[in-house]
């Protein structure tokens, strides 16, 4: 897995849909991208983590969504695409106490691996909290 450069990424894209329309596609775990400063942290080596991408990513919900809006006859939904494999950041997780899922290190910013395995090294700094 060759980590990617640093400029400043945005984590995630809203394709604007019709602006009556009452849904939005939701596309939170389509992407494999980590950024080099977070691959830098990861402590797992390129096949580990070529196996646990593989493992957490909901591959090609992207491409599903996308030709669900392109098929839908009136008022094109809106989505909201998740730019940065959920190893980076979960977007549909809690920043806080109030994720169960930090307990095993699922959080908004995954430490673990899906099989319990240390994701992070030492060093991994929580996302702040107001």
């Known amino acids: 897995m060759a980590a990617e450069p640093d400029e400043a990424p945005t984590s ?3 394709v604007p849909g019709d602006p009556g ?4 596609l939701h ?3 389509a992407s ?3 950024p080099a400063a977070v691959r830098a942290r990861i402590v797992l080596d390129d096949a580990q983590l ?3 991408l593989r493992a957490m990513t909901d591959a090609h919900t992207d491409r599903l969504a996308a030709r669900t809006s392109e098929r839908a006859a009136s008022r094109r939904p809106w989505a909201f695409v998740n730019g940065l494999s959920r190893l980076v950041v979960d977007p549909e997780r809690f920043p806080d106490e109030r994720e169960v899922m930090n307990r095993v290190g699922m959080g908004a910013v ?3 691996t899906s099989t ?3 994701l992070r090294g030492a060093t991994h ?3 702040a909290t107001s």
């Open 12 to 14: 995630f894209t809203t």
């Open 21 to 24: 329309s009452p849904w939005i």
């Open 27 to 29: 596309v939170p775990h």
């Open 32 to 34: 494999t991208r980590i």
């Open 50 to 52: 070529d196996a646990e």
């Open 110 to 112: 995954y430490t673990r």
């Open 116 to 118: 319990g395995a240390p």
């Open 125 to 127: 700094r929580r996302l």
